[in-house]
């Protein structure tokens, strides 16, 4: 008996290099082309960049989700809360520390300024088919 070797599909993605990864946050942070429209794009990529998490993850993020414990900001990952919040699988539930450069950037005065709402990224809207 054997076991299949895994093959390469063709959706597969390269990670981008620490260049694009440079270019990007710069730009994210700067915003000297103009590009970043809304300040949930900005937070919700730069959240993306520095916690690994997945895109579902952070659009279904709420205000509650986010706490700051023993004076450490952290992102509790979970499908507590609305109806809508899914998790891929049972272990992806997690508690992610936020980066200290989250921090300095003004992600908490980001936070604050969403409190009226339960989600986060409350302009992002939820589609059945994808999250």
């Given at each position: 008996?054997?076991?299949?070797?895994?093959?390469?599909g063709a959706t597969d993605r390269a990670a981008f290099t620490p260049e694009q990864i440079q270019k990007l946050f710069t730009e994210l942070t700067?915003?000297?082309?103009?590009?970043?429209?809304?300040?949930?794009?900005?937070?919700?990529?730069?959240?993306?960049?520095?916690?690994?998490?997945r895109l579902n993850e952070i659009c279904q993020i709420e205000i509650a989700d986010i706490q700051q414990t023993d004076?450490?900001?952290?992102?509790n990952i979970t499908d507590e809360g609305e109806?809508?919040?899914?998790?891929k699988a049972r272990a992806s539930k997690?508690?992610?520390?936020?980066?200290?450069?989250?921090i300095r950037l003004g992600f908490p005065a980001f936070i604050e300024s969403r409190k009226e709402h339960t989600r986060l990224f409350h302009d992002y809207s939820y589609e059945t088919n994808g999250g």
């Open positions: 008996m054997k076991v299949a070797k895994a093959k390469a700067d915003n000297s082309s103009k590009l970043v429209k809304k300040e949930s794009h900005k937070w919700a990529t730069l959240l993306a960049m520095f916690t690994g998490a004076g450490i900001w952290v992102l109806n809508n919040k899914r998790l997690r508690q992610v520390p936020l980066h200290s450069e989250l």
